[in-house]
């Protein structure tokens, strides 16, 4: 990625910055250095100030800092010295009265050692300030999303046919990773829930040593992260034998409710509004109380970012914005059922970046 494009993200970030009251920022969230840098690596972080913007890590990163991040200014621990110790020095040094940090990525144990080594300089909690960027993606971002969607979606075809009766739902999921990870993604973006039968009645379930049967549904919620750090996020459901009526009428909810939300995808909506869409399809079925989670959420280089689709959040969507859209049905003791697609929302409306098909896919467990 070109290192102007890291320039102007910093640029933005210090805009903000005005409004806080603090002359320097302290970025302290491996996901938030990695927006703002190009970095990849972990324990490290970035002071971002008005004509400052360095990185301090150790020596474990040197070499990859200069490869990854030309032209970024570092700092080197060694060995002897704590991070902290390196940051007391130089916020001393650079005569910075007032910074601000990440409270919403710090510990009580990392505030309290921030308070004592950086007396008399105040500390200022602000949350959220470089999430906030994050939350609309260039067109670059984008793209990347669209080739982790492309990767996930690969993987999940080269998956289906290769099901076979008695493999374990753990099984299933490592030979998915493997396809992923073959076709050129970086891994899972989360541990994939693989579940058949009555264990899709359990929303974030972990795949066991259970077999897959031919007599029931399998919900499969899985994702990618591409090369660079970009994640998908989608779930879909086959049926390997007869389903109960019940599980039939369910996923004709769940499809439905996902249909209409998404159509009401477009700029300016509240995000609490298209929540609504869905589970007023649900919750007019009859399975209100089984649809617990909300609807969807960001993503981007996390797979669980702002904004999110909920009754209980405020705000509006927006151009750039990437979600997903999720709703679900879970009957304890009988299965469940979540369809989930990622969406852009774009200057006129919305694109569904995920492309397979929505309707219930019926697999022979050879």
Not at 101 to 115: D, T
Not at 171 to 199: C, H, N, P, T, V
Not at 300 to 317: C, D, I
Request: contains cysteine; negative net charge.
């Amino acid at each position: 990625m070109p290192a102007d494009r890291f320039a102007t993200r910093c640029e933005k970030l210090r805009s903000r910055l005005k409004k806080e009251e603090a002359d320097t920022f302290l970025v302290c969230s491996e996901t938030n250095v990695r927006y703002l840098t190009g970095f990849t690596g972990d324990s490290s972080y970035l002071l971002i100030g008005p004509d400052q913007r360095l990185l301090l890590s150790d020596s474990r990163f040197e070499t990859q800092i200069a490869e990854e991040c030309p032209g970024l200014d570092a700092e080197i621990r060694h060995s002897s010295q704590s991070m902290v110790k390196l940051l007391s020095k130089i916020v001393k040094s650079s005569g910075i009265t007032k910074l601000g940090f990440e409270s919403n990525h710090v510990s009580v144990a990392q505030w309290e050692s921030f308070r004592d080594e950086f007396s008399p300089t105040e500390m200022i909690p602000i949350s959220g300030l470089v999430e906030k960027l994050r939350v609309i993606k260039d067109a670059h971002e984008v793209k990347r999303i669209r080739e982790a969607v492309r990767l996930a979606e690969r993987s999940y075809r080269q998956l289906i046919p290769s099901l076979v009766e008695g493999m374990t739902e753990m099984e299933a999921s490592a030979q998915l990773e493997y396809s992923a990870r073959k076709f050129g993604a970086l891994g899972y973006s989360f541990e994939a829930i693989i579940a058949m039968g009555d264990r899709a009645a359990l929303p974030h379930y972990r795949p066991g040593p259970l077999p897959l049967t031919p007599d029931g549904l399998l919900l499969i919620d899985w994702g990618v992260v591409e090369p660079e750090g970009y994640c998908s996020d989608l779930t879909r459901c086959v049926r390997t034998g007869k389903l109960s009526t019940k599980l039939q009428r369910i996923y004709e909810v769940v499809a439905e409710a996902q249909r209409k939300a998404i159509a009401e995808i477009r700029p300016g909506i509240e995000l609490k509004e298209v929540d609504a869409v869905a589970r007023n399809v649900i919750e007019a079925a009859g399975f209100g109380k089984r649809f617990g989670h909300g609807l969807g959420h960001g993503i981007g280089l996390a797979v669980h970012e702002a904004p999110r689709l909920s009754a209980q959040v405020e705000g509006t969507l927006r151009p750039g914005m990437v979600v997903t859209v999720e709703p679900g049905i879970y009957l304890p003791g009988q299965g469940g059922v979540r369809i989930e697609d990622d969406v852009l929302v774009t200057k006129d409306g919305h694109e569904v970046l995920s492309t397979l098909p929505r309707e219930l896919e019926h697999i022979s467990l050879a």
